[in-house]
C-alpha cells in the first residue's frame, strides 16, 4: 500500500540551529516527492520538490530534501532555522494514475528564543 | 498572478444539512483537485478533476461529489453533513509537471 511516514509528530529547536525533518514513503512506482508547509489555519504551501534528477533538491526558505532510493527516504533539511520556520510540515508522495497526494501525518516544528 | 481562491473562507452548518465549497485554479491549469484535512491529521485525497472530467476519487462515501466547470473552477458538495465532516477543505490546482499548489482552505464547522 502507498504510504508515507512521519516518525516526529513534534520538535523543538533553538533557534540558528539546525533542523532535519523525516520523510519515509511506500511506492510502488517511481515517486514524486513534495514537502508542505502549513502555518495554522491556513493552507499549505510547497517548499520543494523531487522528480528526477539531482538528489538533494533546494526549496525555498532556506529549505533542502535529500531523495534516498535505497532507504526510501526523503528528509527535509535546514541550516539555521528562524522563528518564522515554527509551522507544520507535510512530506507528500505522488505520480499515481489519479494525480493525488499522499500525506504524511505532518511533523509540528517549534521553535525556541 | 493570483493562487487559487477558495469560497466561503469559514462556514458553520447543522447535522443533515447540504454544503457547496468553491475553487478557482491558477490561470492555466485545468486540474483540480479536493483534499479533507481533519484536525492533527494529513490531508486526505477527495477528487481530481481534469478538464471537467473526474479523474480519481478517494475513499469518500457517495455523500460528497464534485463538478468542474468550463473555466476550470470547481465545486465540491456534500450531502446529509456529519459532525465528521468539520474539516478543512483544500483545494489544490495542478501544473503540467504533476505540482499541485493550494489554496488557504474552507474550514467547515458541523454542530
Known amino acids: 500500500a502507498q504510504s508515507v511516514t512521519q516518525p516526529d509528530i513534534h520538535i523543538t529547536v533553538s533557534e540558528g540551529a539546525s533542523l532535519e525533518l523525516r520523510c519515509n514513503y511506500s511506492y510502488g512506482a517511481t515517486p514524486y516527492l513534495f514537502w508542505y508547509v502549513q502555518s495554522p489555519g491556513q493552507g499549505l504551501q510547497l517548499l520543494l520538490k523531487y522528480f528526477s534528477g539531482d538528489t538533494l533538491v533546494q526549496g525555498i526558505k532556506g529549505f533542502e530534501a535529500e531523495f534516498k532510493r535505497s532507504q526510501s527516504s526523503f528528509n527535509l533539511r535546514k541550516p539555521s532555522v528562524h522563528w518564522s520556520d515554527a509551522a507544520e510540515y507535510f512530506c507528500a508522495v505522488g505520480g499515481g494514475s489519479q494525480g493525488n497526494l499522499i500525506f504524511g501525518k505532518g511533523t509540528k516544528l517549534s521553535v525556541k528564543p | 498572478d493570483a493562487g487559487v481562491t477558495q469560497s466561503p473562507t469559514h462556514l458553520i452548518k447543522t447535522r443533515g444539512q447540504h454544503v457547496t465549497l468553491r475553487c478557482s485554479p491558477i490561470?492555466?491549469?485545468?486540474?483540480v483537485s479536493w483534499y479533507q484535512q481533519v484536525l492533527g491529521q494529513g490531508p486526505q485525497f477527495i477528487f481530481q478533476?481534469?478538464?471537467?472530467?473526474?479523474?480519481g476519487r478517494g475513499n469518500f462515501p457517495d455523500r460528497f461529489s464534485a463538478r468542474q466547470f468550463p473555466n476550470y473552477s470547481s465545486e465540491l458538495n456534500v450531502n446529509a453533513l456529519l459532525l465528521g465532516d468539520s474539516a478543512l477543505y483544500l483545494c489544490?490546482?495542478?501544473?503540467?509537471?504533476?505540482?499541485?499548489?493550494f489554496g488557504p482552505g474552507t474550514r467547515l464547522l458541523v454542530l
Open positions: 490561470s492555466g491549469h485545468k486540474s
Open positions: 489544490a490546482s495542478r501544473d503540467r509537471r504533476e505540482t499541485q499548489y
Open positions: 478533476y481534469y478538464e471537467k472530467e473526474e479523474r
